[in-house]
């Protein structure tokens, strides 16, 4: 099914943005301690305390990292066919429980929700993921990907009433939103890329065209993943154009 397939295709989208954040170096983190920590400078009481508070932060988050890593192991395993889902879901699981205080913390809920679903454990990857995304900052690069997934886990789902609660979130996605960062381009694009994909199960192309027409002229220099989307949806609309 499309919407299934959708979900996997995502998961491969979030890989390589766990790349780029993630593995290119400690700079984001870096920029989050900083910001972080200026906060709460402001209500240091001492210059000492400051700094002990700064290297508190520092190790906690290093640590959160570390086990983070040790958790994307396990989803390698998974990826060369020796690993199974229920142990990337224990790890995540026991990894949130260990960093639930760092910026991390939701990520390893998300990596949960995955496991969860590959599992068949659909409501609860739902739960898992709609939990992470309580968490996660809404400027987070990840987020309107991760809104997303969660979207498409719903339509999945048997229940009607979910299936068309899902529907309804890839609308609010889709929706213009003025002068858009690059990090909600690429939840847009997917957003619009899905609603069209799941009226053309339904063969229903004048909905599809509205979507995929919509896509297609979104100006996505740069946006690299985003640009295979709309490349792909253009290709198809001249199959009912």
Request: some cysteine; hydrophobic content about 40%; charged content about 25%.
């Amino acid at each position: 099914m499309a919407v299934r397939d959708g979900v996997i295709v995502v998961r491969s989208v979030l890989t390589q943005l766990y790349h780029n954040i993630f593995n290119s170096g400690s700079s984001k983190q870096t920029r989050f301690a900083r910001a972080f920590l200026l906060v709460a400078s402001l209500g240091a009481v001492s210059v000492g305390g400051f700094y002990l508070y700064k290297i508190y932060v520092e190790n906690r988050e290093a640590a959160a990292s570390r086990i983070f890593d040790e958790c994307m192991n396990e989803v390698k395993k998974v990826q060369d066919g020796y690993g199974s889902w229920r142990d990337v879901q224990l790890a995540f699981q026991s990894g949130y429980d260990r960093s639930s205080s760092s910026r991390l913390a939701p990520y390893f809920l998300a990596q949960k929700a995955d496991a969860s679903y590959n599992m068949g454990q659909k409501d609860e990857a739902i739960k898992s993921l709609s939990q992470a995304l309580g968490l996660m900052s809404e400027s987070s690069d990840l987020y309107s990907v991760y809104k997303v997934k969660l979207a498409l886990m719903k339509i999945d789902m048997s229940d009607a009433n979910l299936s068309s609660q899902g529907i309804d979130e890839l609308e609010s996605l889709a929706q213009p939103k003025g002068k858009s960062e690059d990090k909600d381009l690429l939840g847009k694009s997917l957003a619009l890329y899905y609603l069209g994909l799941y009226y053309w199960d339904k063969a229903d192309f004048t909905k599809v065209k509205v979507y995929w027409n919509d896509l297609v002229k979104i100006n996505l220099d740069g946006q690299e993943l985003a640009s295979e989307y709309a490349k792909i949806a253009r290709e198809k609309l001249k199959q009912i154009s």
